[in-house]
């Protein structure tokens, strides 16, 4: 993948991100307090909805620039076009690197406390080729920005959202005097885990439906057509993984000490069904997909045209 389609990619990417989460954030703060275990009136109700949102407007575009900047660069060295079977594959294991490698460059904390240990390895240096060359320095730097910004972000932002009367910076201010930095990593396991589910199924359907639909009217579809395909794909998605995102956010907002704290997922996920049953584990179900369904209209459709422009 030439340098020049990559920064179209982590541009359009970024672009995209900032786009959808600042006009869906309502939905988000709506979705988050059904989820939250004091439950939807004791955490706001319908006030302060924007609260948190400063958290979302700073983790969005690394956030979203690092995913697609991986998810074109595996995609485009994996092999497709061959077989019609083979191109699921290949957005699936995509979009797993690309939620992965957005992830898991997030430091090691050792039993010191340094912050400044990540847990990363580079090839090794010979002499007739550097290890990292300008390009891939640039894209480990963006995705070690983007994994440090992402989950802290989220976890300041759902507190903020249940919280609606505290700011922003007084909610990060807390978690980091009573939890310190490990508990704005809070979550980190559970977040990995709904979001590689999340895009095995979200963008290998967003694909395949965007081919279909190529086929049937006899040429590649229009970014119009790309955002009505990602709403499809994204609202299913969304509704498949919502137990996941339930119990995400009960780890995000489990107070220090408690087993939900813990950060144990199929243990919250227990809790869930024994407490709530069913109706638990699929809370805020209905704002999650409408969010997601709209996000992926705006979000992939935004992508596609801002690509286009880029290139």
């Not at 243990?267 to 209905?286: C, K, P």
Request: a positive charge; aromatic letters at 10%.
């Amino acid at each position: 993948m030439e340098p020049r389609e990559s920064w179209a990619a982590l541009a359009a990417g970024g672009v995209a991100g900032v786009f959808v989460d600042l006009i869906l954030f309502p939905l988000d703060t709506v979705k988050t307090r059904l989820q939250s275990p004091q439950g939807f009136r004791k955490a706001g109700g319908f006030r302060g909805i924007y609260a948190g949102v400063p958290s979302t407007a700073i983790g969005s575009f690394p956030n979203a620039a690092a995913f697609f900047i991986t998810y074109e660069n595996v995609k485009s060295v994996l092999p497709h076009g061959s077989s019609p079977y083979l191109s699921p594959a290949t957005h699936m294991v995509a979009a797993s690197l690309g939620e992965v490698l957005r992830c898991v460059l997030v430091p090691s904390y050792q039993e010191s406390g340094d912050l400044f240990q990540p847990n990363t390895r580079c090839l090794p240096t010979t002499a007739a080729q550097p290890a990292c060359f300008p390009w891939e320095a640039a894209q480990l730097s963006l995705l070690s920005v983007a994994c440090l910004i992402r989950v802290p972000s989220e976890v300041v932002k759902q507190r903020a959202q249940v919280s609606p009367s505290s700011s922003t910076l007084r909610i990060l201010s807390h978690t980091l005097y009573h939890e310190g930095i490990q508990g704005l990593y809070r979550g980190y396991k559970s977040t990995v885990l709904r979001e590689i589910p999340f895009s095995l199924v979200q963008f290998p359907l967003w694909e395949s439906l965007k081919d279909l639909w190529s086929w049937k009217q006899g040429h590649v579809v229009d970014s119009w057509q790309s955002a009505v395909c990602g709403a499809f794909a994204g609202g299913f998605a969304a509704a498949v993984t919502t137990p996941l995102d339930v119990a995400k956010t009960r780890i995000m907002l489990a107070k220090a000490g408690s087993s939900n704290a813990s950060g144990n997922v199929l243990a919250a996920l227990g809790g869930i069904w024994r407490t709530q049953g069913l109706s638990g584990l699929f809370a805020g179900v209905v704002p999650r997909m409408a969010a997601i369904s709209l996000g992926g209209f705006i979000f992939l459709g935004t992508y596609e045209k801002t690509r286009q422009l880029l290139l």
